[in-house]
């Protein structure tokens, strides 16, 4: 499900897509606990939330999104993923 009907890009702007108008940082912090080998499945369900914060604000896509390993506040030796970005809407 990730980025659906959402443009989402590390890069601070969208190939091809002109940038009408920017809503705000959207954030989210995924503390999930997955597997040793997880890493994809905590990538995409982070993705997901923050694609339903770029949403919840009225945008349909992100630029500069980054991600921020952290430590899982609840679980010692477990990480959390930050990600954020610029959510923004794209002329057309």
Not at 19 to 27: D, F, N, T
Not at 40 to 46: D, F, G, K, W
Not at 53 to 74: L, S
């Amino acid at each position: 499900m990730v980025g659906i009907l959402t443009k989402l890009s590390t890069t601070e702007s969208y190939p091809g897509r002109t940038v009408q108008r920017v809503l705000g940082i959207a954030s989210v912090q995924n503390n999930t606990i997955y597997g040793e080998y997880s890493t994809n499945r905590q990538l995409e369900e982070t993705l997901d939330k923050l694609t339903a914060q770029v949403r919840a604000k009225g945008g349909d896509g992100a630029i500069g999104i980054r991600f921020v390993p952290i430590q899982n506040p609840n679980h010692q030796g477990v990480m959390s993923l930050i990600a954020y970005g610029t959510a923004v809407i794209f002329e057309g």
